[in-house]
């Protein structure tokens, strides 16, 4: 998901190597509320699985995982 806000700011010619400025640029330059919570969110799933050991991942939350992230790029695109 990330990379596709990248690609998006790039072709609008915005060089923003931050992930926090490209998810607020989302917010702010397109008006995208809805596609902000979801990144927002995914962000801090993958902060949280990255660096702590206190969850738990099931085939359920993965596959609703990559669902949430397949219909985010096609709004994105």
Not at 56 to 74: L, N
């Amino acid at each position: 998901m990330y990379n596709c806000v990248i690609a998006l700011m790039r072709k609008c010619g915005i060089k923003c190597e931050n992930h926090t400025g490209n998810i607020i640029l989302l917010k702010k330059l397109f008006r995208e509320n809805e596609l902000y919570h979801i990144i927002s969110k995914a962000k801090k799933e993958r902060v949280d699985k990255q660096y702590y050991v206190d969850f738990e991942i099931t085939e359920k939350g993965v596959k609703e995982t990559i669902k949430i992230a397949q219909d985010f790029i096609i709004k994105i695109k």
